[in-house]
């Protein structure tokens, strides 16, 4: 267990559905970033939030909205998705934004779209 | 454009034995960060070892182990001893504003 968990870890929905996802770390860290794992390509950086604000948004479809109600806190809102949105979604924490900082991961959540 | 290259999606090694994962990347940054990362099948994302590119010295933690050329862009994993407990995905990254990643080595550990 890194610190950083996400629910719920699979999730099947409808491309007409609304569901968020969640992210909580327990590391007091200032950090939170979304992720999108895809197979065999690199991790795609989706979000980044730093002290609650958003510092990055990699030109993420409007289908994806996150939320960052306080720095232990993430979520990603989700509606009218393509099947081609079905991956795995990563949450990470650092302790601050930048360079330097190591980030710790959660376990993900497994999105299948029909 | 920052990238990272694994040439090798797939690995095996027996137990015990030592095995070495490569990774190359490219950026015109000269400070930054690399990461080797560890998937097991749960899909927990382990941080493994991290070295620092202004520092020569290669980093290593237990088992693990970099070799860092800077010159070459080139920072290869070697595991020691390998145990059945490595299998695993392998992500090799570094950071200059963000975190970019390589599309992983699978290593697979026989008894």
């Known amino acids: 267990e890194t610190g950083v968990t996400q629910t719920p870890r699979h999730l099947v929905m409808g491309m007409t559905n609304k569901k968020s996802l969640k992210c909580e770390q327990h590391?007091?860290?200032?950090?939170m970033y979304w992720y999108k794992q895809s197979a065999k390509k690199p991790l795609e950086l989706m979000f980044v939030y730093s002290l609650e604000e958003r510092v990055e948004n990699n030109s993420v479809p409007s289908r994806f909205s996150p939320e960052c109600p306080n720095s232990s806190h993430l979520f990603l809102h989700l509606h009218t998705l393509q099947p081609e949105d079905s991956a795995l979604y990563l949450c990470a924490s650092s302790q601050d934004w930048g360079p330097r900082e190591t980030q710790y991961f959660g376990p993900g959540t497994r999105l299948l779209v029909l | 454009a920052q990238t990272v290259t694994q040439s090798q999606p797939e690995m095996s090694v027996q137990e015990a034995e030592t095995v070495t994962l490569s990774c190359t990347y490219d950026?015109?940054?000269?400070?930054?960060?690399l990461f080797w990362y560890k998937q097991p099948p749960s899909r927990q994302m382990i941080l493994v070892i991290r070295?620092?590119?202004?520092?020569?010295q290669n980093a290593t933690e237990n088992r693990f182990s970099v070799n860092f050329q800077k010159a070459a862009k080139s920072f290869s994993l070697k595991i020691s001893d390998s145990q059945l407990g490595d299998t695993a995905m392998y992500f090799c990254?570094?950071?200059?504003?963000?975190?970019?990643f390589g599309t992983g080595t699978r290593l697979q550990v026989f008894p």
């Open positions: 990254a570094f950071i200059t504003d963000k975190l970019i």
């Open positions: 590391l007091g860290h200032n950090a």
């Open positions: 070295q620092e590119a202004y520092k020569q």
């Open positions: 950026t015109s940054e000269n400070n930054y960060y």
